[in-house]
């Protein structure tokens, strides 16, 4: 399913004060391009710990841009949107579904005032269709290597209407490091803590789980960047703590084993998605500084059990991922999800309700089951029914949704929980030596 859009152009668009785009806005004679990034705020689950993460989607962007190109980022989680900026060009990087219409919202304010607006990241390659209404220009697919034609035409002018690259992927060696300069980095800590720093190793994904738009997105190969690059990368990060971002570690054993290799003697803690259920790529991961993994809880098998005693029994921490709502799902689910979940000592758990989010195998089969209730994105959170669940009522589905939370959290908090998982990080740190006294204070906020 790809969207195909490419080659429209923006024939006899206009802003507001009547005057064709980008022409008008274009740099300069010598002048740098200046382009302002900016990440739309999106609505967090309600019952989730409070954090504040610095955006990936845009500091990679940015990193795809030429060096000669003046990038400011505005993440509208950390500072206000800053609407009489000065930039040719504001360029909008939405990452989830539900950021969407906020973002179209942002897009239009600009557009009134007469700034070119284009549009990138995952979200924007969800709703193409809808954002183009938006948009002086929308890209879609990734940025490296591709990017510069997009400027070359604002530049020049002639920005068409869509950029559209979806599977067709650039060489990963094209992947910069990503510009975390452009980050306030003093506001991306929550009570003095310090956030992890996000960085990706590879890209695709071979598998296609139902409620997964990550192959649609980024294709069903397995694409690695190179290593040494990767290394060089996480080397480069003022911050001891990482979240690797990447959709899955379980795509290629004998890469991971050399990735976690070579992060090893970094000495950094990370954070990542499941890994590998392998005892020596489990070995390695916690040796390299795995710190916890996120892990699906799919069933309440023996296998998950394992797998988890698994983890834990080489110090790395678990957050369990449960989507409540399946069509094998009775009203009793969360009670036996959650006893099971307390049994198995999990460290955190992440309820979300099964969501039918665009580009997923689960939208395609309830959409033709007629049992999607609307589309109004900014419900697409992961947190509200948006669907008719098979065995239960809607109201059913948020009763159990709210009681996995609550019950789960009851014996033991969720900010109790943070801080044991943070005690352990600083407990590792300690044991390495890399532990650092925390430096930063919040000296602005927003929202
Ligand atoms: C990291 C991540 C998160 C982080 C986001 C943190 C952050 N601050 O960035 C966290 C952990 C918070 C998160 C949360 C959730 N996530 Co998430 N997440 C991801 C993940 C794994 C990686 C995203 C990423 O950074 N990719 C790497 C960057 C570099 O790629 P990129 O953003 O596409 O950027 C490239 C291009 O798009 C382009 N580009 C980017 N911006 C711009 C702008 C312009 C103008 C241009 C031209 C180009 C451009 O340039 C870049 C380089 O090529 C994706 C899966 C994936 N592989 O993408 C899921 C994903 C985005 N998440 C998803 C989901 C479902 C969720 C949750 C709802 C539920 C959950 N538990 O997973 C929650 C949110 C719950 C809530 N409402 O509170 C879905 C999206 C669903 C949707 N349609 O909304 C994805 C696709 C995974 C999936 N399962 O399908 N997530
Ligand atoms: S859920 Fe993870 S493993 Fe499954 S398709 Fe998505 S990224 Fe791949």
Redesign the pocket.
Known sequence: MSLRFGGETLDGARTATGKPRGARRRAGEGKALKIQIVYPKWPKLAKQPEFRLPPHGPVVFAAALSDDVDVTLRDEHVEAIEYDSDADLIAVSATLTCQMPHAWEIADRYRARGKTVIFGGIGTMLHAAETMQHADAVFLGEAEGRIDALIEDFSKGRLRKVYDYSNDYPNMALVKTARRNILARELYNFRGVQMVDLLHASRG?R???FP?C??YLGGRAFRPRPLDRVIEEIDSIDNNRLFIVD??L?QDDEWLKTLFKEIAPLKKKWIS?PIKDDDEILDLAARAGCWYMYQAIVDNSDRIRNRIRRVKERGIGVEGTVILGLDEHDEEYARRAVDFLLEVDLDLAEFTVLTPFPGTPIRERLEREGRILHNEWSHYTGGEVVFRPRQMSVEALRGMYEYAWDAFYASSSKEIRMAKLYLKVLDMEKRDGTYKKVRLAPKRSWG
């Open positions: 994904c598998f296609n789980c997964c990550t192959p959709n899955s379980a998605h």
